[in-house]
């Protein structure tokens, strides 16, 4: 499963590096975040509740920040166990290009799931993971501009 996106955020990008490793910043923009913590500057883990169509699950997981190229970009690498409703793993390489005083974030993610929530079929999934990464874009770039 592939998902890109981009979004522009009216902060310069020197700001919008520094939150991407805001844990409380994070905390606050990921949809149905239960737990986050910072094991070292570049990993954390992750308790998350999710809902994809008729299953619900809490996934634990981690996060792994590679090729940190400050501030134009880095490779975000995470995974997550939902038990008997599955499993996720993937990574997304995320540029970050001034403009002005603003910011262009983009992002090219790649994604592998498995158990019940791969049977639930590729379009639901995809569409999920698609409105969760612009929820978590919008309450990013609302909290920056605050």
């Not at 409380?24 to 975040?33: A, N, S, T, V």
């Not at 400050?70 to 993937?90: E, S, W």
């Amino acid at each position: 499963m592939d998902i890109t996106g981009e979004h522009r955020i009216a902060v310069p990008r020197e700001a919008v590096w520094a939150a991407l490793f805001d844990i409380e910043m994070l905390k606050g923009c990921i949809p149905g975040c239960k737990e986050l913590e910072q094991n070292s500057p570049t990993s954390f883990v992750a308790k998350v509740q999710l809902k994809i169509g008729p299953v619900s699950a809490t996934f634990a997981g981690t996060v792994e920040l590679q090729d940190i190229d400050a501030p134009n970009g880095c490779r975000i690498i995470g995974q997550g166990n939902g038990g008997i409703a599955g499993f996720a793993k993937g990574g997304a390489a995320v540029k970050l290009v001034a403009d002005g005083e603003e910011t262009v974030l983009s992002y090219d993610a790649k994604a592998e799931i498995g158990g019940k929530i791969a049977a639930l079929g590729s379009r639901l999934v995809q569409a999920t993971a698609r409105k969760l990464a612009d929820q978590f874009f919008s309450a990013f770039t609302e909290r920056l501009k605050a």
